[in-house]
Each structure stands twice: as structure tokens, then as C-alpha cells.
Nanobody, 120 residues
């Protein structure tokens, strides 16, 4: 099994900053892509940011220029720095990790989610 432990999140005022982190542990050979998705109230889950093991990144259009994703491969941990937060960033943020396994097969894994609320 693979566990994704998220930390961070909470309540912040518009224009403020917040950071999230997510550590992967358990039975896997390596972690390929890691990242974050979010689900705003009443809406579908959407991409926030992804980062490959080599460092290539991909961002959702809504967060480009404001959010920064990074990772520590030695710790199998991914980070998300969120700046200039807006009320529309309010959502449950889910950590995502694609793990590789001996014997073949990549497996997607999800964290339990952490609430981010942007409000004055």
C-alpha cells in the first residue's frame, strides 16, 4: 500500500500565501509524477500542478504565475507554494502520486485532501 500524508492548508485572506506538502510512503519502487488537484465546492476536480521526477512541471491555467510546485525526490515529498490567493482558490486540495512497482505497473494514488479557504 501507498500512503500520502498531506499537511498545510487552512484559512487565509485574499492576497495571502499558503503552502502545502505531501509525503509518500509505503510499498513502491519509485514515485514518478507528483502533484496536486483541487475540487471547489460544487465543481469537478481540476489540475493544480504536477511535477515529474526530473523536474518538469505543468500548471493549471487558473494558478499559473501564482503557485509554485517543487519536490524532494530523496524524501518522496511534493510541495505547493500558493501566493496571491483568491477566493476562487477555495477548494479541497488533493495530493496525487503516480508510483512505480517492481514487477511492473504504474499506480495512481490520492491523499485524503486538505481544505484551503480564501476569505476575508
Amino acid at each position: 500500500q501507498v500512503q500520502l500524508v498531506e499537511s498545510g492548508g487552512g484559512l487565509v485572506q485574499p492576497g495571502g500565501s499558503l503552502s502545502l506538502s505531501c509525503a509518500a510512503s509505503g510499498d513502491f519502487f519509485s514515485v514518478a509524477a507528483m502533484g496536486w488537484y483541487r475540487q471547489p465546492p460544487g465543481k469537478q476536480r481540476e489540475l493544480v500542478a504536477l511535477i515529474a521526477s526530473g523536474g518538469t512541471t505543468k500548471y493549471g491555467d487558473a494558478v499559473k504565475g501564482r503557485f509554485t510546485i517543487s519536490r524532494d525526490n530523496a524524501k518522496d515529498t511534493v510541495y505547493l507554494q500558493m501566493n496571491i490567493l483568491k477566493p476562487e482558490d477555495t477548494a479541497v486540495y488533493y495530493c496525487y502520486a503516480m508510483t512505480t512497482h517492481l514487477g511492473g505497473g504504474d499506480r495512481p494514488n490520492w491523499g485524503q485532501g486538505t481544505q484551503v479557504t480564501v476569505s476575508s
